[in-house]
């Protein structure tokens, strides 16, 4: 059975960071494409970072490239999101998905990927 489980997500301040963690179970990361997403109240769930473990690819949505960074831990099966520089806007349920490849083309569509934990709640405070 696949699991995905989010961690580390929580309330702070504009300016402040957060590391967020997706521990997999039942699933390999490696080589194997990681997607971060995100949902506000009231709005779409919107791609925010990919890393196709195979090669290395990442990908950021415009809204957070260079300050959030998606990396991974193969030998913990775990890939983490961390986010500095956290806005307001950034406020959302965020979940970590799986799915088996990705590209530039295919990572911010949330349909394309197989497997979803139940999220983290980040909440930034101006």
Same mark, same amino acid.
């Given at each position: ?10 309330? /702070?301040?504009?300016? @402040?960071? +957060?590391? +967020?963690?997706?521990?997999?179970? @039942?699933?390999?990361? !490696? ?6 997403? !995100? ?5 779409? !769930?919107?791609?925010?970072?990919? +890393? &196709? =473990?195979?090669? @290395?690819?990442?990908? $950021?949505?415009?809204? /957070?490239?260079? !300050?959030? =960074? ?8 775990? /890939? &983490? +999101? ?11 349920? $965020? ?27 980040? =909440?930034?405070?101006?």
């Amino acid at each position: 059975q696949v699991q995905l489980v989010e961690s580390g997500g929580g309330s /702070v301040q504009a300016g @402040g960071s +957060l590391r +967020l963690s997706c521990a997999a179970s @039942g699933y390999t990361i !490696r080589n194997n494409c990681m997607g971060w997403f !995100r949902q506000a109240p009231g709005k779409e !769930r919107e791609g925010v970072a990919a +890393l &196709y =473990t195979r090669g @290395g690819s990442t990908y $950021y949505a415009d809204s /957070v490239k260079g !300050r959030f =960074t998606i990396s991974q831990d193969s030998a913990k099966n775990t /890939v &983490y +999101l961390q986010m500095n520089s956290l806005k307001p806007e950034d406020t959302a349920m $965020y979940y970590c998905a799986a799915v088996g490849a990705c590209s530039g083309a295919s990572w911010q569509v949330s349909y394309f990927y197989n497997y979803w934990g139940q999220g983290t709640q980040v =909440t930034v405070s101006s």
